[in-house]
């Protein structure tokens, strides 16, 4: 009697054959969007600042995945953010940078016509390996005023987290409440002459919830803060995963500002009150919208 | 006709440029080798312009402009050595150029003297602090230089003096350290990184001295060629391959060989392997409206192994 021969996938196997197409949709998809972008490409495929949209390709399926299934974000306004060079102003939390990842992911995907948003990114990111080369294909900078003035020069977007590490790495019990705004980003604004899209993230207060930042031990080490959360340093690298929080991108109505780029501190402090008003009530009324932290 | 002396004429910049200007100046120069088979119409002085003969070239040719490009930029040689030709070198050559009525100068410094850092701002301008030799002290020689000249603006503003930064430069004949890095069998590269680097071909930096000199223009420029592309793809590009090697193992290696003359670098060049130096060109572009006309592959094709 011949052997009956089992035609059957294994369970991985199955698994593949399930996920493969859908993957190969994702990335044509993705694929689709990156070649709408409006940032110029020399002949080699790379924009003026090294962005490669065929090295990022591969990389935004993990992005977009999180963004659909892992964080399930909905977004809300995107049609405000204008065409030509734009400064996206949001808050930042949740220890990891993961609400810059969702942003970009959502910019890219849900805008139109798609734009690659442009991080403004740490000092020491250039000194490390691969991360910096990674940095650079998928369109982030070092954050100097240089930079920042070339990208918007060049019409593209824009994301600065003015609350920088003082945001990202507060803790669970100040969550939502805006730290002290840096004033360098109006200053761009002005000089630029750009408009500035206020940017409500309803989520990412809740996806790391840190119970202290040790501070005098993270100045030991160079290190810009050592946040004891829910999950780290417990649950060792499997700590550094955020709770699948959903997330709630509001983009507010673009706002110009008028006035001197080199303006004393208080006249620009004013302005940069009223962009912190602008988020204070999209991540309120954001709030308000959601049913729950995870639903 | 106006006359022009080159120093460095017989280098292959040298020659480009003495090509580019035959039409519109009559040209001279000095160098340390001679330039077998110069065009006949080109006086050719074997002389170190750190030495009287120098002056007395100066004297009897009468030149009312100077092009000074005749650096060395390779590290075969005794550093000390090096650094006086460079330095005083140069500082005895802008003596001359104010005693001797010359009317125009052109420095060919180059965009190396910016440094290589991480936190380098994308397309510098002229203004940019000159931090090269806090990471690379082997070339602060190339610093000073290009520090005694545009002070040397200052000093003498009737004489239209110009300092002129390239970008790296490829060509099939000017023999530049990125060139010759390009031209190895395995172009080592530091793990991690790959910097967007701006290319500009030698035919366009002989164009740009010479707009230089016959619009008589003044200052720094920086001079950018078509555009940019990461390291590694000018390595594919031009036909190599990458040897990728951690910072840490590469360094002490390096290092190594070259205090022991096999390796031609030494280990700061590198942070021009890890760093982008970037420049932006507008300047130049504005004052005289030059526009290189070698795109990126033809400056790629130009390199042949």
Sequence with gaps: MPAARDSRPGWLGGLRSALLPSLDALQAEIDDRLSKIPTRLNQYGFDRFGMCPETMRTQLISSVLAYRHYFRVESFGIENIPTGGVLLIANHAGQLPFDGAMLGTCVLMEADPPRVVRAMGEYWIPQLPFVSVAAERGGNQVGTPENCTALLEAGECVMVFPEGVRGMNKLYRDRYQLQRFGLGFMRLALACDVPIVPVGIVGSEEQQPGIANLKSVANLFGMPALPITLGFPWLGPLGLLPLPVRYRIHFGEPLRFEGEADDEDAVIQEKVDRVRGEIEALLRRGRELRKGIFT | ?305
């Design chain 2, 1 to 305: 006709m106006e006359k022009v002396l080159i120093t460095g004429i017989s280098g292959g910049q040298g020659r480009l440029l003495t090509r580019r200007l035959l039409s519109n100046f009559e040209v001279c120069g000095v160098d340390w080798v001679p330039w077998e088979g110069h065009p006949r119409d080109v006086n050719v002085h074997v002389v170190d312009v750190r030495k009287k003969k120098f002056e007395d070239v100066i004297r009897t040719e009468m030149p009312s402009a100077v092009v000074h490009m005749g650096f060395i930029r390779h590290f075969r040689g005794d550093a000390k050595r090096r650094h006086d030709v460079n330095v005083r070198g140069t500082k005895q050559l802008l003596d001359h150029c104010a005693n001797y009525g010359v009317q125009r100068l052109v420095v060919l410094s180059s965009g190396y003297v910016y440094g290589a850092f991480p936190e380098n701002p994308f397309y510098m301008d002229e203004d940019h602090p000159l931090s090269a030799s806090r990471s690379y002290p082997e070339i602060r020689d190339l610093v000073e230089v290009d520090t005694l000249a545009s002070a040397f603006i200052w000093k003498y503003p009737h004489i239209r003096t110009t300092v002129l930064r390239p970008v790296n430069v490829l060509g099939e004949t000017v023999h530049s350290m990125i060139g010759q890095y390009l031209r190895l069998d395995r172009c080592p590269t530091m793990m991690g990184f790959d910097p967007l680097m701006q290319f500009v071909h030698e035919e366009d930096v002989a164009d740009a001295i010479a707009r230089t000199l016959e619009q008589g223009l003044q200052g720094v420029f920086n001079v950018t060629g078509p555009g940019q592309v990461p390291l590694s793809v000018a390595i594919r590009e031009t036909g190599g391959r990458a040897l990728s090697v951690p910072d840490f193992v590469a360094r002490p290696v390096l290092e190594r060989l070259f205090q022991l003359g096999l390796w031609p670098y030494p280990s700061g060049a590198f942070d021009y392997l890890k760093f982008p130096v970037t420049l932006s060109g507008k300047r130049f572009i504005e004052a005289t409206g030059y526009r290189p006309l070698f795109g990126l592959e033809e400056i790629f094709q130009s390199i042949h192994r």
